[in-house]
Nanobody, 122 residues
């Protein structure tokens, strides 16, 4: 089992940047693929980006390709999401997930953090 804590959200103007962090507890972090999801009010939780446990292969939703970058450091039990050129439609609660499958929709066996709010003003 792994516990996750996100940080780094906030209010930013369109075109700005934020870097989200997700700190994981437990020695099994390096065995999990890690992903970021987001959920806007009234909408389902959507996949944003993921990185594999080994080799650091990354996956991105089309809406964030070229703007967001996911990375991880297994020695620090941490995964990051660098978000550049933010748009108002990026406004959502962002969740970190530890999972057995890198990409795709939420799964019943995913582990979740509590989320961090990102608000992008126009």
């Amino acid at each position: 089992q792994v516990q996750l804590v996100e940080s780094g959200g906030g209010l930013v103007q369109a075109g700005g940047s934020l870097r989200l962090s997700c700190a994981a507890s437990g020695r099994t972090f390096r065995t999990y693929a890690m992903a970021w999801f987001r959920q806007a009010p009234g909408r389902k939780r959507d996949f944003v980006a993921a990185i594999t446990a080994n080799f650091g292969i990354t996956y991105y939703a089309d809406s964030v390709k070229g703007r967001f970058t996911i990375s991880r450091d297994n020695a620090k039990n941490t995964v990051w999401l660098q978000m550049n050129n933010l748009k108002p439609e990026d406004t959502a609660v962002y969740y970190c997930a530890a999972r057995s499958v890198p990409s795709g929709p939420p799964r019943v066996d995913d582990y979740w953090g509590q989320g961090t709010q990102v608000t992008v003003s126009s």
